[in-house]
């Protein structure tokens, strides 16, 4: 039986800690609206100043950066009530245990769709059209020759197909997307959309990913990372793509057995891969590097979501789930386990 942590519904400001820097607008809504402590220095909480700093506080406004584990929960303050996410994903966060410890937990899903899905079509023509090796060539003097037919020939991505795992809000405005380029579209989901969209998209579904793999020159991953999509896209499974097929990921470096891809590559199993998440925390593979260095891959720094409107966005919800929980409403965007969720 989980006892959920209530708010206290007092006259005071809600004192909240926000982990990494936010737009400046954010920010100062946050400090008209709360007792808010920022972190001007931006730089990610370890464990231990993390449950220090969050002494005393209401609210934790976490992001991606910060792990929020089973036993940093055991640690979090008895005062703190709500785990407001600044994101879409939510994976750096427990949810279990999260509940277990009757803990809220929030998140900012929709404000980023629409930007997310732009870099990933971004990403889909960049490697095919030498975008990232073209742009490196003026600036290095004397070292356009000039047109000639034969300059910079890339591939064209019209009359490709398109395997998009993952038909979720981000899965399918990429879809949208991607059909205006000419793009046929294949998909495997975990659970298959009305026929309506199946009919709108023009898209064919796959019951299993196995199925669709071996039929697609171009896998976009838009499925969050949890314990069944980790590494879904497996050594096996990347053996089952054609040999000039590519890889896009804007969502988890999880979902995708990285060592595995970068042999693939090196190997021309597959013919490249544009990925704006990879592993990085202990240091960026350089085999990684130095396929992007010879343009065999595209590496954008996880910033598929990174407009100004975006983080503006997900700062109004953000605050918008504070104040609903404060003042003890179910938060709109409330995160449940799995089970719960479903049920
Ligand atoms: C965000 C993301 O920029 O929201 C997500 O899930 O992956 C990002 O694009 C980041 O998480 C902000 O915390």
Known sequence: MVTERHPRVTATRPKILVT?????AVEQRMATLFEARFNPADAPYSADALVAALAGSDVLVSSITDRIDVDLISRLPESVKLIAQFGNGFDNIDIEAAYAAGLTVTNTPSVLTEDTADMAMLLMLALPRRLVEGAAVLPREGSWPGWSPTWMLGRRLRGKTLGIVGMGRIGSAVAARAKTFGLTLHYFSRNRRPPALEEKLDATYHETL???????????LHTPLTRDTHHILSRARLRLMKPDAAVVNVSRPELIDEDALIEAIEGQRLSGAALDVFEYLGGIDPRLLELARTHRVVLTPHMASATLEARLEMGDIVIVNIRAFVDGHQPPHRVLPETRARA
């Open 20 to 24: 990494r820097r936010l737009p400046e």
């Open 210 to 220: 196995e199925d669709m793999l071996g039929a697609v020159d171009i896998l976009s």
